[in-house]
């Protein structure tokens, strides 16, 4: 069975604070997805990562893909209170259905 | 934009009813499935859909049904509603067999069984 450890599982941090978010597993993924999910909506698409050691940035967001495919993480400079949500990791094995993480709760604090 | 509609946002069902949720998106995806969100366990596929008539089964299927005789539309069925189904249910869209164009949710249905 596949799965994704996300950790944190929740993190409360002021704002203007940096941090990192990681999303674990042992198998390798083809491609991986990060999604933001706020309080009572489903979770929305940040990005896509699909080559080993690949770095994307949505503003003050910065994602990587490990290497190996097996692992990403999720950065955030300067955090802002409309960054806070559940943030939900998803790897695609070969075939098309997703593997989810449990998610990490974020919390920033004005 | 594309649209994921899911039909009630919050339900309030009584053990043993039959219950509906219904899904519509208005982008012409192949791929429908739904999920359930609990606390923890992220989101665990009940079924996915990959064409219209077409069904399979994801991970927890048990106590459940789906339908899917249009292509914009993705039914779950509860068949006799119990209290372990209280859960938060979102319906998802794909364009492609592959997942790298993402998947597109629907705002969630908050089912209650008392």
């Known amino acids: 069975t596949q799965l994704l450890e996300q950790s944190p599982q929740f993190l409360s941090i002021q704002e203007g604070e940096n941090l990192t978010v990681y999303c674990n597993s042992s198998s390798v993924f083809s491609s991986l997805q990060w999604y933001r999910q706020e309080p009572g909506e489903g979770p929305v698409l940040l990005v896509t990562?699909?080559?080993g050691g690949e770095v994307k940035k949505l503003k003050r967001l910065t994602f990587q893909f490990g290497d190996a495919r097996k692992d990403s993480s999720l950065h955030i400079t300067a955090a802002q209170p409309g960054d806070t949500g559940l943030y939900l990791c998803a790897g695609a094995p070969r075939n098309y259905q997703l593997i989810w993480g449990a998610g990490t709760k974020l919390i920033i604090k004005p | 934009d594309v649209k994921v509609t899911q039909s009630s946002r919050y339900l309030v069902k009584r053990t043993g009813e039959k219950v509906f949720l219904e899904c519509v998106q208005d982008?012409?995806?192949?791929?429908m499935f739904w999920y359930r969100q609990d606390p923890g366990l992220g989101l665990r596929l009940i079924y996915f859909s990959y064409d219209v008539k077409m069904k399979e089964k994801g991970d927890i299927p048990e106590g459940y049904s789906v339908s899917r005789e249009k292509k914009e539309r993705f039914s779950l069925i509860l068949e006799s509603a119990s209290t372990n189904q209280t859960s938060m249910y979102l319906c998802?869209?794909?364009?492609?067999?592959?997942?790298?164009?993402?998947?597109?949710f629907g705002s969630g249905t908050r089912l209650t069984v008392v």
């Open positions: 982008m012409d995806h192949e791929n």
């Open positions: 990562v699909v080559t």
């Open positions: 998802a869209s794909s364009y492609v067999q592959g997942p790298l164009s993402g998947y597109t």
